[in-house]
């Protein structure tokens, strides 16, 4: 029999479906929701305080200027930078990735079929580009609310904006030469909140499961599946093991900053002693989640047999779950940095196409998305706070951590 409420998480994850950056004011009418549903079932939370990069985008616009004249709806990136005031005119040049071949020289305007990763754009800022027109990866997709890491600026700044596919494959078959380019943001540094409370194990209280779900979003996106779907369904599992008692200490744990790199996570987890830390058996993440048409997936950063554990529940309970093992570009990764095995369960499905867009909004969830994964959630959830030996090795396969420290580096731009 489900356990959990799946008409509630719906509810609660239509409440959240507005912008919610972290360091704004959407990310703190997001916190109060969370916040009063917690005290509605008994907890006492607390607040975690970081601090973060976050950003406005006053003014974006892109125009060719030869061989004809347009204008092309663009979005800016968010801490990408600003032009002058006037913005900047310069030579337009189709790179694809960013292959030298493709780069005539330096001060150009370079159009890219996709946003360079920490490695490529070290390299290409070699060329002192006056900026980057990234186009989407298919026709299909509206255009990306995606932003920058901010590390990634000690190698300067080129302000970047987003085009459609469409007009991407215009410029470059047309032979577009020339181009004028305007980007203005204003950026400060703000305070951010993760939420945290705990159900506390009544034998081995000193043995911790987090389980965790960012609730910010992309910049001015509703973020419906990603991530108001994975709060709301924290929500829920913690008003469920409100109800009952566990031999493990649960820590619930909502963080923010997840979309600007995993800031609160990474500030949460880097913060904790060595002995906190060692007490912090596993981690499970949820992240994008909701949609009606799709399947389950998860994402293992742990040992083979939480694999094989979770492929038996899913076979015993006639659900299909696939399981794959890596890395996740989500919070539970800011653990597995410390040695500390995680799980990332999100939901598959063609409404993915909308994700970091404003299209990623409330059309296509319903209860249907949690009913089985919510199943599978607390079995495997009970199977890691009662079992009285943890069941699973508190280890990371060496191929792995490669893994996740490649994603640190080459990813985040995180260099230690």
């Given at each position: 029999?489900?356990?959990?409420?799946v008409?509630?998480?719906?509810?609660?994850?239509?409440?959240?479906?507005?912008?919610?950056?972290?360091?704004?004011?959407?990310?703190?009418?997001?916190r109060?929701?969370?916040?009063?549903?917690?005290?509605?079932?008994?907890?006492?939370?607390?607040?975690?305080?970081?601090?973060v990069?976050?950003?406005?985008?006053?003014?974006?616009?892109?125009?060719?200027?030869?061989?004809?004249s347009?204008?092309i709806?663009?979005?800016?990136?968010?801490?990408?930078?600003?032009?002058?005031?006037?913005?900047?005119?310069a030579?337009?040049?189709?790179?694809e990735?960013?292959?030298?071949?493709?780069?005539?020289?330096e001060?150009?305007?370079?159009?890219l079929?996709?946003?360079?990763r920490?490695?490529k754009y070290?390299?290409?800022m070699?060329?002192?580009?006056?900026?980057?027109?990234?186009s989407?990866?298919?026709?299909?997709?509206?255009?990306?609310?995606?932003?920058?890491?901010?590390?990634?600026?000690k190698?300067?700044?080129?302000?970047?904006?987003?085009?459609?596919?469409?007009?991407a494959?215009?410029?470059?078959?047309?032979?577009?030469?020339?181009?004028?380019?305007?980007?203005?943001?204003?950026?400060?540094d703000?305070?951010?909140?993760?939420?945290?409370?705990?159900?506390?194990g009544?034998?081995?209280?000193?043995e911790?499961?987090?389980?965790?779900?960012?609730?910010?979003s992309?910049?001015?996106?509703p973020?419906a599946?990603d991530?108001?779907?994975?709060?709301?369904?924290?929500?829920?599992?913690?008003?469920?093991?409100s109800?009952?008692?566990?031999?493990?200490?649960?820590?619930?744990?909502?963080?923010?900053?997840?979309?600007?790199?995993?800031?609160?996570?990474?500030?949460?987890?880097?913060g904790?002693?060595?002995?906190?830390?060692?007490?912090?058996?596993?981690?499970?993440?949820?992240?994008?989640?909701?949609?009606?048409?799709?399947?389950?997936?998860?994402?293992?950063?742990?040992?083979k047999?939480?694999?094989?554990?979770?492929?038996?529940?899913s076979?015993?309970?006639?659900?299909?779950l696939k399981?794959?093992?890596?890395?996740?570009?989500?919070?539970?990764?800011?653990?597995?940095?410390?040695?500390?095995?995680?799980?990332?369960?999100y939901?598959s499905?063609?409404?993915?196409?909308?994700?970091?867009?404003?299209?990623?909004?409330?059309?296509?969830?319903?209860?249907?998305?949690?009913?089985?994964?919510?199943?599978?959630?607390v079995?495997f959830?009970?199977?890691?706070?009662?079992?009285?030996?943890?069941?699973?090795?508190r280890?990371?396969?060496?191929?792995?951590?490669?893994?996740?420290?490649?994603?640190?580096?080459?990813?985040?731009?995180?260099?230690?």
């Amino acid at each position: 029999m489900a356990r959990l409420n799946v008409a509630n998480i719906v509810n609660i994850q239509r409440a959240l479906c507005f912008p919610r950056l972290a360091g704004t004011d959407g990310e703190e009418k997001a916190r109060k929701i969370i916040l009063d549903e917690l005290e509605s079932y008994g907890y006492d939370p607390k607040l975690h305080e970081f601090q973060v990069k976050t950003f406005k985008i006053k003014e974006a616009e892109l125009r060719i200027l030869e061989p004809w004249s347009d204008e092309i709806p663009c979005r800016g990136v968010g801490l990408s930078g600003s032009t002058p005031p006037e913005g900047v005119e310069a030579p337009l040049a189709y790179a694809e990735e960013g292959d030298p071949a493709l780069i005539p020289g330096e001060g150009y305007i370079l159009l890219l079929t996709s946003r360079p990763r920490y490695p490529k754009y070290k390299s290409l800022m070699k060329w002192k580009p006056k900026g980057f027109v990234i186009s989407e990866p298919n026709p299909y997709r509206k255009i990306s609310h995606l932003d920058m890491i901010h590390e990634w600026r000690k190698y300067g700044t080129a302000p970047m904006v987003y085009i459609s596919f469409a007009d991407a494959y215009k410029l470059v078959v047309h032979g577009a030469r020339r181009a004028y380019l305007k980007l203005i943001q204003d950026e400060w540094d703000a305070k951010s909140y993760n939420i945290v409370v705990e159900k506390k194990g009544i034998k081995y209280p000193d043995e911790v499961v987090i389980i965790c779900a960012h609730y910010d979003s992309v910049y001015d996106v509703p973020g419906a599946t990603d991530n108001a779907g994975g709060t709301a369904l924290l929500l829920e599992l913690a008003r469920y093991y409100s109800t009952v008692n566990v031999k493990r200490t649960i820590r619930f744990i909502w963080f923010s900053g997840e979309e600007l790199g995993l800031r609160g996570s990474r500030a949460y987890a880097d913060g904790l002693r060595k002995e906190e830390l060692e007490q912090i058996k596993f981690v499970v993440n949820l992240d994008v989640h909701g949609a009606v048409i799709g399947s389950n997936s998860a994402t293992l950063t742990g040992p083979k047999n939480v694999k094989e554990y979770l492929e038996v529940v899913s076979k015993k309970m006639g659900i299909n779950l696939k399981v794959g093992e890596g890395v996740y570009s989500s919070d539970g990764t800011s653990f597995s940095k410390h040695g500390i095995p995680s799980i990332s369960f999100y939901r598959s499905s063609g409404f993915g196409i909308t994700m970091h867009t404003i299209d990623d909004d409330d059309r296509y969830i319903g209860e249907q998305a949690y009913a089985g994964l919510g199943d599978i959630l607390v079995d495997f959830i009970d199977t890691l706070v009662n079992s009285e030996e943890l069941p699973f090795p508190r280890e990371i396969p060496e191929d792995i951590k490669k893994k996740v420290e490649d994603y640190f580096k080459n990813r985040l731009g995180v260099e230690e």
